[in-house]
């Protein structure tokens, strides 16, 4: 029976290499791989998940003053208040879908919706648009997209509105639903009409409340409202060098998983007089997620020189250069092939040095001390990076070189 790890998904028929730990935000006993810490949700991210739920207290006002006249039972607005709070996440959805599609319409690319908080969970495509689910899906949610530099701003604001264009579309086909379940007198009925209700009033409030000019704050709950980038459409256009469009197309790529259009993309800006060192940087590692580890080594190595040198002539050079090396120095381990074990190690050495705190470059170097069979060294680098890691597909290739 193949076993799945709650933390980073790697999968493995061992049952010794898995335990039972607590993680998650309800604290719950999971089954967690041999390399991985337990999840536990951060300050933002309680934080976030805060933004989101306590409000809903709000809604349960005018739900319960419709009660007073007879309009719901007791029992309907238990059930009003428990759809209000617990369709959160399919309003976010129906709210995000809403953005998405429309970009789609005006012509956007790269488009990402996300729902929820915290480490990503699952993620599938469809109709041109990835879709992300986070670990904790009451924390709100976002969507990404491409839209070239261009004066016909009617297209993003046509995108800001549609989220709560889809919140009100919702929220009116609930309440319709509702006025024809009125006249129903069934407890069954009246149950319907108490979650229709919970689930009408919600949608408009959340329409409402994305339409508030709100400027945000550090966690994702507080990101800028609709309304408030509506505001900033209004303001004189800033002018965009080529090569800062260039890296936000790239940034938005990467995001909605298009790792042949990063690549392509990166390369392309890298190679031009004017460019940033994390350029490179994207482009490897979106070569290595789409047409192999080879192909990021051999860019690398045919592109070497100019590499070192956008580092040289950019403020946080070096510490670019280290990811790259990092990056580069894992594609090589992952190629296993004899002859690039010598490169694998002068770079991940130099990763480490210059940046010795960086847990991915830290596991990395564990990674090559194991391929070179000083494997009590290697899995102890690991053991001791593995649980600050952030991204999941690394935390499972490591897992993969400490049971392997």
Known sequence: MTLSCSVCGFQRDDRAFYRRARSGFLNLPRRVCGGCLPDRPTREDRATLAGFVLPQALW????????????????????????????????????ELGHALMARVVGAGAVTVSVGGGPERRSLRWAGIRFRLHAYPFAGGRTTYWLSTSRFRWRDAAVLVAGAGANVASGLAAVLLAYLLGEAESSAAQLALGGLTGFAVSSLWLAARSLMPTRGGSTVAHLPSDGWLLLQLLKPMLVISERDERVARVRTLNLAGLYEDVARESLEAALLPSHSVWLWSAALDALSKSKGHRAAVDCYLVHRRGIQASAAADDDGRRMLAWINGTVAWSALQNKDPALLSLAGDLSQSAIVEVPDAAALVATRGAWLVATDQVVAGVAMIESAIGDLVDLKHKSDFCGVLAG
Do not use: C, F, K, M
Request: net charge neutral; hydrophobic share 55%; aromatic share 2%.
């Open 60 to 95: 349960l006002i005018p739900i319960a003053y419709a009660s007073q006249d007879g309009g719901l039972s007791g029992t309907s607005l238990v059930v009003a208040a428990a759809v209000s709070v617990l369709s959160l996440p399919v309003r976010v959805l129906i709210h």
